[in-house]
């Protein structure tokens, strides 16, 4: 009778240390849009602050995304950034792109690509292979920020014409006083944007580089805000 006592309080103990882990749901190009869409009516957050030695930012992301916004929300979540992340690619005028080098996860994120969210400054996107990528999928880990620049009229007009865009002239208006990179419009998806931050994106954005790589490493710290 009592080594039946301890082997069902042993038993116990097992099942309790088990409590409160939290699993880690593996994503393959197979389950990727079931697991994301599950995953983000479970998480609902939209807010996300980076901390740099530049200062901080603050982004808020796009319902109008849901899986691009469910997968970031995951990879933060899960720590997939606690481990030497950084923004390893600076092009002024152009954008800041972030991530974690040589270390990828093994499946894209089905494009989200939505006319009404462009690329103006402060556009947060997610990065994609462009060879053999039909389907503009996004890569699971890396984005960028735009940093972009301002449009004079003419500019814009060529660009718009060029590009084959039809923006609304309230994007007009944001590309020409705000600035941003119409070159990436309806090419890779926006999911999102930087509501506090943009002067720490500017002092970002003009580090010495060296084939658009920071001399000295640009870390971050990222996390999610309720």
Known sequence: MKQKSILFLFTLLLSLSGCGKKETILITNENKREVLEKYGKENTEKKVVIKTDFGVIKIRLYDEAPLHRANFIK?????YYNDRAEFYRVVEKFVVQGGVPMKKLDYTIPAEINPKYYHKKGAVAMARLDENNPEKESSSTEFY?????KYADWEYAEEEKELGLHLLPEQKQIYTTLGGEMSLDSQYTV????????????RIAVVRTY?????????FEIKVEN
């Not at 990879?75 to 720590?79: C, P, S, T, V």
């Not at 920020?145 to 620049?149: F, M």
């Not at 999911?191 to 500017?202: I, Q, R």
Request: hydrophobic letters at 30%; zero cysteines.
């Open 75 to 79: 990879l933060i979540k899960d720590g």
């Open 145 to 149: 920020i735009v940093h972009g620049n």
């Open 191 to 202: 999911f999102g944007e930087v509501t506090e931050g943009l002067d720490v994106v500017d």
């Open 211 to 219: 084939s658009e790589k920071p001399y000295q490493k640009v870390s």
